[in-house]
C-alpha cells in the first residue's frame, strides 16, 4: 500500500496566498519579490471575486481567453452533460462526436479552404503543430525546406520551436543558443512593402512564413494593416512558401471579425487557434490545414506520416466546451456587442491620443493599446509596470500592461458602464503618475 502518512490537510490558519506561496511556482513571475497572488474564488460575467469579497473587472480576459464572461451557465451545462457521459478518451485509433462535430462546425466558418482539424492542447502546441507540418509536407514531397519566416518581435508561444518563430527577447534569452535559425523581417508598411516583396522573393528554401494577423500580441499590441500582409502574402506563394496564420489571440472576435484572417484577400494555408476557443473554460489547441497541406502525408511509406500526438488530445469536455462557445459566438447578439465594444474604444482614443503621456495609442477591434511615454525606458521591465499593474488592481480593474504598454481586450459581455469605468480609471492613471 502507499504512504499516506505525507498526505498533508492544508493549513487551517493561512489564507490562500500564504498557502499558495508555500507550494506554488507562477508564470511569468519572480518569485523572490513577486507581490501576494489574490486569491480569486468565484466568477460571474465580467468579474473575478477574491476570498474577502472583492470584485475586480477582468479587462484582460484573464490572459485573453474568456470571451463570453466567467461562469458561463450555457458553458458549464454542456460541460456538465458531457463529463456524465464521457470525460475522455484515447484519440488514436478511437473518435467521438465532440470531435466530430466541432470539427464540422468549425471548418465552415474558418477563413479560406480549411479541410482537416489537428487537435492539441494550447496555442504554442498548435503552432509546434504547424511548425511541423511545413516542414514535414515539404520532406515528403521530396523537397526539403528548412528555413522559416516570421515577424521580429512576434510571440508564437513558449515551447522551443514557438520560441524559435518568435522575436528574441527576454522570454527566450537563456535558450536562445538553443533554438533554430529564423529569418525575421520588420512588419509591413507603405515604406518597407516593396522592399519586403523584394526579399521575399529571393527566398527558395522558405518552408513557411508564420504571422499573427494584425496584430502582434505579447510584442506590444503592435498593429498593422491587413492590405500590406496581404501584398506579403501573394509574394511567399509566388516563392512557393507556405502560410501559417497564428489566431490564437486574434480568432473569435478580437479583431471586430470572428477571424483576422477574414480581412485578407489570400488565405492561410494552416490556421493556429486555442486561447477563446473554449470560451476560456479549459485547454484546447487546433490547427486547421488546407486538403493540399493533409494530402501530402497520405502514402503507403508510414514515414510521411505526422508523429505527433498528446494524452489529451481532443478531450471530448474541451471539444464540448467550444461547441457551446462557439453556439454563443455565433449569436447576433454577440457581433453586435463585439461591435459596441469597437466603437467605444474608437471614441476612448480620440479623447486621449493627444495626452502629453500618450506615446502612441492604436486600436483593432475590441481590442486597443496605450502607450506611456516614459523617455527612453520601453522595455517589457520598465518600473512603471508595476506601478500601472497596483494602481489598476486597487481599483477593483485587471489591467496586466506590457511595460508602460497597457490594453483593453474585454469579454464581449462587458457593458457600457464597466468600459467607462475602466476608461476613467486610465484617465486619473494618466494625470496621476
Known amino acids: 500500500m502507499s504512504d499516506t502518512s505525507k498526505l498533508q490537510t492544508p493549513n487551517s490558519k493561512l489564507n490562500l496566498a500564504e498557502r499558495d506561496k508555500k507550494v506554488i511556482w507562477h508564470p511569468y513571475t519572480q518569485m523572490k519579490n513577486a507581490l501576494p497572488h489574490i486569491p480569486i474564488v468565484k466568477g460571474e460575467g465580467v468579474y473575478v471575486f477574491d476570498e474577502d469579497g472583492k470584485k475586480y473587472i477582468d479587462a484582460v480576459s484573464s490572459w485573453w481567453v474568456n470571451i463570453h464572461g466567467h461562469a458561463h451557465p450555457y458553458i458549464a451545462q454542456k460541460i456538465a452533460e458531457q463529463l456524465n457521459v464521457l470525460e475522455h478518451v484515447i484519440f488514436a485509433g478511437f473518435t467521438h462526436e465532440p470531435a466530430v462535430l466541432l470539427a464540422e462546425r468549425l471548418l465552415p466558418v474558418l477563413p479560406g479552404k480549411q479541410e482537416k482539424v489537428f487537435y492539441t492542447d494550447n496555442g504554442s502546441t498548435a503552432v509546434e503543430v504547424a511548425l511541423k507540418m511545413c516542414l514535414q509536407y515539404w520532406d515528403n514531397k521530396g523537397k526539403p525546406k528548412n528555413r522559416i519566416l516570421a515577424f521580429k518581435n512576434a510571440y508564437h508561444g513558449d515551447t522551443f520551436g514557438a520560441m524559435s518563430v518568435s522575436g528574441r527577447s527576454i522570454f527566450t534569452d537563456a535558450f536562445n543558443s538553443l533554438l533554430f535559425d529564423v529569418d525575421f523581417i520588420d512588419l509591413p508598411n507603405a515604406e518597407?512593402?516593396?522592399?519586403?516583396?523584394?526579399?521575399?522573393?529571393?527566398?527558395?528554401?522558405?518552408?513557411?512564413?508564420?504571422?499573427?494577423p494584425l496584430i502582434l500580441g505579447s510584442g506590444g499590441m503592435l498593429m498593422y494593416e491587413a492590405k500590406y500582409l496581404d501584398e506579403l502574402i501573394a509574394a511567399c506563394r509566388k516563392a512557393g512558401i507556405l502560410i501559417i496564420a497564428d489566431e490564437v489571440m486574434t480568432g473569435f472576435g478580437r479583431t471586430g471579425t470572428y477571424f483576422a484572417c477574414e480581412k485578407l484577400v489570400h488565405k492561410p494555408d494552416i490556421i493556429c487557434l486555442s486561447k477563446g476557443l473554449t470560451g476560456g473554460t479549459m485547454p484546447l489547441g487546433v490547427t486547421t490545414c488546407t486538403e493540399e497541406i493533409f494530402e501530402a502525408f497520405l502514402s503507403e511509406d508510414k514515414l510521411k506520416t505526422l508523429y505527433h500526438g498528446h494524452s489529451?488530445?481532443?478531450?471530448?469536455?474541451?471539444?464540448?466546451?467550444?461547441?457551446?462557445?462557439?453556439?454563443?459566438?455565433?449569436?447576433?447578439?454577440?457581433?453586435a456587442n463585439i461591435k459596441r465594444i469597437e466603437a467605444k474604444h474608437a471614441v476612448f482614443l480620440q479623447e486621449i491620443k493627444t495626452h502629453a503621456k500618450v506615446k502612441a495609442i492604436r486600436q483593432t477591434g475590441t481590442i486597443i493599446a496605450i502607450e506611456w511615454e516614459t523617455g527612453n525606458e520601453t522595455s517589457y521591465l520598465s518600473n512603471l509596470r508595476n506601478l500601472l499593474y497596483t494602481y489598476f488592481l486597487e481599483k477593483g480593474i485587471i489591467l496586466r500592461p506590457l511595460g508602460n504598454i497597457i490594453y483593453i481586450l474585454p469579454p464581449y459581455v462587458i457593458n457600457d458602464a464597466?468600459?467607462?469605468?475602466?476608461?476613467?480609471?486610465?484617465?486619473?492613471?494618466?494625470?496621476?503618475i
Not at 195 to 203: D, G, M, T
Not at 320 to 335: C, G, K, N, R, Y
Open 192 to 212: 518597407n512593402i516593396p522592399a519586403l516583396i523584394s526579399q521575399v522573393s529571393n527566398l527558395t528554401d522558405t518552408a513557411c512564413f508564420i504571422f499573427e
Open 312 to 335: 489529451f488530445t481532443a478531450n471530448p469536455l474541451a471539444c464540448v466546451a467550444s461547441l457551446a462557445s462557439l453556439d454563443i459566438l455565433l449569436q447576433p447578439e454577440t457581433l
Open 418 to 432: 464597466d468600459l467607462d469605468y475602466i476608461y476613467g480609471a486610465i484617465k486619473q492613471a494618466l494625470e496621476e
